[in-house]
């Protein structure tokens, strides 16, 4: 099976580079023939590479220790489960499985736009079919995953060897997150190679940019959507299995996930300047290719371990490959971009500062002063080595004082962009969408000064995050009614026609109030306590509301290793709540240790509880509490996320649908371009 | 003034403000890193700065000792005495010839006093996939935001 793996791998470059360099040629001929051709060998390719990673997930699940990448990441009483998840727990398997979610989604693109866009098509094949000429450069060359082990015999000559068992999955990824948050990451990654193609491909052949620019919409926000999962399971998993009672600690490879994330919602809200006013386009382009250039950069910080000091311990020659392909896609942009520049001439200028246009600029403005913030304390210690010869790193103080401000400007403008007409806004129409919901925030804030909220930060997030609600809110309901005096339905069967009508619009909100909901949470953080005690069986220790009852320890021996487990008891104003089980776990196979923590979660807060080991002092176990308010919020809210994206995705329900005149007061003049909140429009607002 | 001139303003202010809280979190967190063999050779203000030093904890040096751990590290033929005083318990991957990687300061009879420890089994280390690497590779302690 090995053979077969490494053999359809081969294949898939092979008809890779015929996809490649047969597009440039049929973009040049435009010789029908070659066209086809070169797109089935696109789709042969991505086929080929499903049985590779077909073939190396089988050898997991035989047990085939002859092979050198599932002998060091599985075992045999490794489960089910987790046996899929070693594919991509390691260098090899992890880029076979970015070719195998890039051949997906390179698939889907073949399949779907097979008979039309003719003249952009090519292009995009071109690009897909090059970026897939990296990646399976590696898996064939440089980092193949079908490697069998072998030992000189007495002859000298080579002979294959098998393992009785391997050494088993790094216990740190034996958790259920882990099976899902890297496919979801990766999706993300791979999936802004397809907005990349288009704009690539739409820039080379000055294709029209409305055009690609709507092409493309899905499949960014399939991508963001993956990005944006991808990033909260990963902060879940740090939180639940690392034990250190956060989510989020400003790590590199976190840092690397999130620059994308950061360029590629800047892109989903700027390209509706592009459509909406002929504007930004150079702005577009290059976002998009910024996004990639980031996928790839955050890849290639993942694999290569250039910076972080804890990588460096994977150190890996597969860096230099990566900033090849970096540099060739930083040179084939430019030269497309100075090649065909005047394509991208914007068609209108800004107009006033209060106006759609203007808090879209802003948005893109902060989310790449993030973007750039991030990514140079990221890359610090590389850059300060090669400047001062210090290697100098920055920690959380640095990332947390640039990116607070940043955040609660970003959901500022999250409440205040979408009620923004395009073009300029009048002071009225100021007064009637921002009067009560900037009045119910400053109430809340009151409130929560009165009740003694001295946090500057979580008081002023707390306030925003009430404003953008109520703006929400005011939206559904206001358009709610206008359909409800026409059908006569309830409000929330007529919030859902809304939606409905216009998925966009709306699907966006819903999108906005989950992070509304992901910043709840993250205001938590300031309150955050934390205690550590040594224990005795039958000692309680509180914290907060809670009190922990230490009644015993039992050790649960499992399949794949030993869990020792403290038996604490929760209780709340001297009523028993629940039991809560930290364990310490014991890999036998490869002789590791992991931490399981214990949380009660609730709306309000998190007893976040961990077993962190015997105390050096007193040989007694400790127990390591933390009460972490509102967390839940975060995940929550990126369900909410989720679902909004999805939303937006849908077809409008009903065709063009306008009912300006119904809500529009008589003395509004329409001339402002002023977009009434429930103007139903074909859904590109 | 001029609509270009205004959004002008507002990007510079932005822009400003954001490089100068940048600034301060920079002095706030700034660490230097430095190997083993470097540390004696540090002069002057190099020699009280915050720092971090990788290494491989020697067999055997483990102590727990009330308030802290003592454990020595060695790299390139050095070695390094080593006291943890951080609160937060040591991870697990933290053994005799694990790869640790400490921050602190260095003391002025040669110690180093380490508030983080990082540590990871070298034997078996392999990134993480995804944006979870960096997590997976530290089962450490870090500040959290």
Known sequence: ?685 | MRKQAKFGVGIGVIVAAMGFLAWLGYGESKTYYHTIAELPTLTGSAKSQRMRVGGTVAPGSIHHVTGRIDFVLEGEGKTLPVSYIGSDPLPDTFVDKSQALVEGHSNADGRFVAEVVQAKCASKYEAAPGGTGGAAASSAQRTSM
Request: net charge positive.
């Open chain 1, 1 to 685: 099976m090995d053979i077969f793996g490494s053999f359809a791998l081969v294949l898939a470059f092979v008809c890779a580079v015929y996809a490649f360099g047969g597009g440039i040629a049929a973009i040049f001929t435009r010789h029908p023939l070659l066209i086809k051709s070169t797109r089935q060998a696109g789709m042969a390719a991505c086929g080929l590479i499903f049985l590779a990673t077909f073939s190396l997930e089988y050898l997991f699940f035989s047990d085939n220790f002859a092979n050198a990448y599932v002998v060091a990441h599985s075992n045999r009483d490794l489960s089910t489960f987790y046996k899929v998840a070693a594919l991509w727990s390691g260098q090899e398997g992890s880029l076979l499985f970015w070719s195998f979610l890039l051949a997906v989604y390179v698939l889907s693109v073949l399949i779907t736009y097979r008979n039309k866009n003719g003249e952009l098509m090519p292009y995009v094949g071109v690009v897909m079919a090059g970026v897939q000429i990296f990646f399976l450069t590696l898996n064939n060359f440089v980092a193949s995953p079908f490697k069998a082990l072998a030992s000189p015999g007495a002859d000298g000559v080579l002979n294959y060897v098998a393992r009785a068992d391997g050494s088993g999955l790094n216990p740190l990824l034996q958790y259920p997150e882990m099976v899902i948050h890297p496919p979801n990451l990766y999706s993300g990654y791979t999936g802004f190679t397809i907005p990349f193609a288009f704009a690539l491909g739409a820039l080379l052949a000055r294709y029209p940019g409305e055009k690609w620019i709507h092409l493309t919409r899905k499949w960014t926000m399939i991508a963001w959507m993956f990005q944006s999962m991808g990033i909260l399971l990963g902060a879940h998993w740090a939180y639940a299995v690392l034990g250190w009672g956060g989510y989020w600690g400003w790590d590199p490879v976190e840092n690397a996930s999130f620059l994308p994330w950061l360029t590629g919602t800047a892109f989903l809200h700027s390209v509706m300047m592009q459509e909406k006013r002929g504007m930004m386009k150079v702005w577009n382009v290059w976002l998009v290719f910024c996004t990639f250039l980031l996928c790839i950069l955050g890849t290639f910080l993942t694999r290569s371990g250039i910076v972080s000091s804890v990588h460096a311990f994977a150190q890996s020659s597969i860096g230099s490959w990566f900033v090849g392909f970096l540099v060739v896609i930083v040179a084939v942009c430019l030269g497309a971009y100075l090649k065909n520049r005047d394509y991208l001439k914007s068609e209108n200028q800004l107009d006033s500062i209060i106006s759609r246009e203007s808090s879209f600029l802003f948005n893109n403005l902060i989310l790449l002063v993030s973007c750039v913030a991030i990514l140079s304390g990221t890359l610090f210690p590389v850059f300060s080595e090669w400047i001062t010869g210090n290697r100098i790193s920055v920690g959380a103080p640095f990332f947390n004082k640039v990116n607070i401000p940043i955040g609660l400007l970003l959901l500022f403008l999250t409440g205040v962009g979408p009620l923004l007409a395009w073009r300029k806004t009048s002071t009225e129409s100021l007064k009637r969408n921002f009067g009560w919901p900037l009045g119910i925030g400053l109430i809340a804030g009151v409130i929560a000064l009165v009740f003694g909220f001295r946090e500057i930060y979580s008081w002023v997030c707390l306030i925003l995050c009430v404003f953008v609600a109520s703006t929400v809110g005011l939206e559904f309901y206001r358009g709610a009614k206008v359909i409800r005096a026409r059908s006569g339905a309830t409000y929330m069967a007529s919030a859902v026609d809304l939606t409905m009508r216009n998925t966009r619009r709306y699907g966006g909100y819903i999108v906005h109030m989950g992070m509304v909901f992901v910043f709840i949470g993250l205001s938590g953080a300031a309150f955050n306590r934390d205690l550590q005690k040594d224990m005795q069986v039958g000692q309680t220790m509180q914290i907060g509301p809670y009190s922990l009852l230490l009644q015993g320890f039992d050790s649960k021996p499992e399949k794949n290793y030993t869990a020792q487990r403290m038996l604490v008891e929760v209780l709340r104003d001297k009523k028993p709540i629940m039991m809560l089980y930290p364990e310490k776990r014991h890999f036998s196979t490869n002789e590791q240790n992991g931490t399981m923590v214990a949380i009660y979660s609730t709306l309000k807060e998190d007893l976040y509880v961990v077993y962190a080991g015997d105390s050096p002092d007193t040989q007694l176990p400790v127990l390591h509490a933390y009460l972490n308010p509102l967390v839940k919020w975060i995940w929550l809210g990126g369900a909410v996320v989720v679902f909004g994206t999805l939303v937006a995705m849908l077809p409008n329900r009903r065709a063009v649908l306008v009912l300006t005149g119904a809500q529009q007061p008589a003395t509004q003049p329409l001339t402002h371009g002023l977009t009434p909140s429930v103007t139903m429009r074909e859904g590109h607002d």
